[in-house]
């Protein structure tokens, strides 16, 4: 069974940096395409970036040039580098295959706040 485990969400000031990072295990890792998203309480889910086994990506207009993402196929893992972080960015941060996804996980927490 597959499961997933994102880390490294956090408090930060306005136009900080934060790296979450999305482990994988109990699958193939290359054979899926990879996403963030984030989530809001009240709101919808938001897809903010995904990356394809070859290292090709797709970010959302709204964190282009601010967030990057990335994976490391030797080690089953994602990433999302945010950076420039606002206000607007704070969301409970979840990792998943794309576009059909698995069960959520806990999803790691970023609150940016001064």
């Known amino acids: 069974q597959i499961q997933l485990a994102e880390s490294g969400g956090g408090v930060v000031q306005p136009g900080g940096s934060l790296r979450l990072s999305c482990e994988f295990s109990?699958?193939?890792?290359?054979?899926?395409?990879m996403a963030w998203s984030r989530q809001v309480p009240g709101k919808q889910r938001e897809l903010v970036a995904r990356v394809y086994a070859t290292g090709s990506t797709v970010v959302a207009d709204s964190v282009k040039g601010r967030f990057a993402i990335s994976r490391d196929n030797a080690k089953e893992t994602v990433y999302l580098q945010m950076n420039s972080l606002k206000h607007e960015d704070t969301a409970v941060y979840y990792c998943?295959?794309?576009?059909?996804?698995?069960?959520w996980g806990q999803g790691t927490q970023v609150t940016v706040s001064s």
């Open positions: 109990g699958g193939s890792f290359v054979s899926y395409v």
């Open positions: 998943n295959t794309w576009p059909l996804t698995l069960n």
